[in-house]
């Protein structure tokens, strides 16, 4: 038998809670923003905020536009370069060589 306790289970000021209780929502606006991939994401905004040109799609992570049509091109991703790369594009082998000789020379006691 249950007991005469009828509050059991909830706590102080728990019931409806209803516009009257936390005012009125603003005023809102839902955008269509489409990505490369096809996908539609429609996030709402108030009215009376700056609407973004893009948006990030929660499905595949590529920018979304508001235009079908044209939807913004995914970001081209870099491969991961090693150290050695990045002074490949800075020096030239000839370049490579001299200083390689100059270190040579400083080992041997030459300079």
Not at 23 to 34: D, H, K, N, T, V
Not at 71 to 95: F, G, M, N, Q
Request: overall charge negative; aromatic content about 6%; some cysteine.
């Amino acid at each position: 038998m249950a007991s005469g306790n009828a509050i059991r289970g909830s706590r102080v000021g728990a019931g409806p809670m209803g516009e009257a209780e936390r005012g009125e929502s603003a005023p809102r606006l839902r955008i269509s923003f489409w990505c490369s991939n096809g996908h539609e994401t429609q996030p709402s905004f108030a009215s009376d905020a700056q609407i973004p040109e893009t948006w990030d799609c929660p499905r595949c992570g590529f920018p979304a536009g508001k235009d079908r049509e044209n939807p913004p091109d995914p970001p081209r991703t870099e491969p991961y370069k090693t150290h050695l790369a990045y002074v490949r594009e800075r020096r030239s082998d000839a370049d490579g060589e001299a200083i390689l000789a100059e270190a040579l020379a400083k080992l041997r006691g030459e300079i």
